[in-house]
């Protein structure tokens, strides 16, 4: 079984050599090492090519957002399970391929593989674990964005893409969200979860920074995907998008009872007086 590894960069000079190494020094032999640079400024490529004998390929010229990049390393990719890493994420071990080979190896019909990552929070040292939801509620914990698949932390066996198609490049940041609902839509698709920590993943990626975006294309692939539109799907919309709202109310709260922690915290107090009627209302509906 190969293992295509595809990661998108661009002006990475800061990390990208972490994402490299933590490639590299897999104890799985059959890997291929894609690198799609974007046109880098800085010094990226020249940390990509003291690696140059590990690599398979690296192609640098100018792409139309992380997804065009995404989609040429997909189209280059030979293995049968395709890896995206991102330049600034590294895999948490150097037995995390062969392990996943191992795994498959026991179960031969898996076409995609996820597992578990952890997100680091800021410069400090402190980590946070993203443990998705079982095989079983994968519909449900594709409602709540963060709880279903993430794409640092999953094997995507290459004939998925062929059957539902490559990402979406409309979207910006949200189209590996907009591909899992296709992956969910599929009755044929074998899914499996492997209780495993993958990757180590920044907070500062442009999912993280921008994550007003991110929502917003998010509810727009949820309104685009047919399983979702049923009363019974629209209903359970309803009630996540009330308890975002009443989460958003304890966020609020908490920002004006600890303004130390944030930089406007009169800003959260507006905001708080306005959605106090709203939490109440919503309550009543839940």
């Not at 449900?140 to 094997?155: M, N, T, V």
Request: proline letters at 3%.
């Amino acid at each position: 079984m190969k293992i295509s590894v595809i990661t998108v960069c661009k002006n990475a000079d800061a990390y990208i050599e972490q994402a490299i190494q933590s490639v590299v020094n897999q104890t799985y032999p059959n890997v291929e090492y894609l690198i799609i640079d974007g046109k880098s400024s800085d010094r990226t490529l020249d940390i990509v090519n003291a690696y140059a004998d590990k690599i398979a390929d690296v192609v640098s010229e100018p792409d139309d957002g992380i997804y065009a990049a995404m989609n040429k390393g997909i189209r280059k990719a030979t293995g049968d399970f395709l890896y995206f890493l991102n330049s600034d994420d590294y895999l948490v071990d150097s037995h995390v391929f062969q392990e996943l080979a191992n795994f498959i190896s026991q179960q031969p019909k898996c076409e995609f593989v996820y597992g578990q990552m952890e997100m680091r929070m800021g410069k400090g040292n402190r980590t946070m674990q993203r443990i998705p939801r079982p095989v079983s509620q994968l519909k449900e914990a594709l409602l709540s964005y963060a709880e279903g698949p993430q794409h640092a932390a999953s094997f995507f066996g290459r004939h998925l893409f062929d059957r539902l198609g490559l990402f979406d490049e409309t979207y910006r940041i949200s189209a590996d969200y907009d591909w899992f609902l296709r992956l969910a839509q599929d009755l044929e698709a074998a899914v499996c979860y492997f209780p495993r920590m993958i990757a180590s993943c920044s907070n500062q990626g442009l999912s993280c920074r921008q994550q007003n975006l991110g929502l917003q294309e998010c509810f727009r692939a949820l309104n685009d995907a047919p399983i979702y539109q049923n009363e019974d799907w629209l209903k359970q919309r309803v009630q996540h998008l009330q308890q975002q709202y009443l989460n958003l109310y304890d966020n609020l709260l908490d920002a004006v009872n600890k303004p130390a922690r944030f930089a406007n915290s009169s800003r959260s107090n507006a905001l708080l007086n306005k959605t106090e009627k709203l939490r109440e209302k919503l309550r009543q509906l839940s």
